[in-house]
């Protein structure tokens, strides 16, 4: 049983893992308050997913609530228990959640990244500098290639890993 754990828990990464944490937190602090017993908490009926998903719409983003709802059902996929939440009414829930969620949680237009915009860059960097010449060179493969900047950078040093980031 403990290689099956550890073969399905490898595949979440563990950013997704950590994110995934946090949604389970909040499960189970939504069925303490509204003393949900442990042996209703899993398997999940769909009325005490479908009050916890609610109870978080408003308060949240749309992609965090259904973070927080992935969270929940790869906890019963690692657990081998059965998931009984109606996938219709679970995906009309999360549409809803993300149609009540608060303004903050929206990211407000950017204008668009454009060649004039590398331009300025150009000029502001020396490009006899290895450092300015990295930066200026990822920037430009992100644009043409039209990527996240994300999928060309480490968020921390500390965090990278040639298996995953550009080298």
Not at 64 to 83: K, R
Request: hydrophobic content about 45%; glycine content about 4%; aromatic content about 10%.
């Amino acid at each position: 049983m403990g290689r099956i754990l550890r073969v399905i828990g490898a595949s979440w990464s563990d950013s997704t893992k950590e994110l995934y944490s946090t949604g389970l937190l909040i499960f189970h602090v939504h069925c303490d308050i509204h003393d949900v017993p442990d042996h209703h908490r899993a398997p999940v009926s769909r009325n005490i997913f479908a009050a916890f998903l609610s109870s978080c719409a408003g308060a949240y983003s749309g992609s965090s609530i259904a973070n927080y709802a992935a969270a929940v059902q790869a906890w019963h996929l690692l657990h081998g228990m059965e998931w009984q939440v109606n996938e219709i009414e679970y995906k009309a829930v999360l549409e809803g959640a993300t149609r009540l969620a608060p303004s903050t949680s929206k990211r407000t237009r950017q204008a668009p990244f454009t060649l004039e915009v590398l331009d300025i860059f150009h000029s502001l960097m020396d490009h006899n500098n290895p450092r300015d010449a990295a930066i200026f060179a990822c920037i430009i493969c992100s644009f043409f290639c039209i990527a996240r900047l994300g999928e060309f950078t480490v968020p921390a040093i500390s965090k990278f890993d040639p298996t995953k980031h550009v080298t």
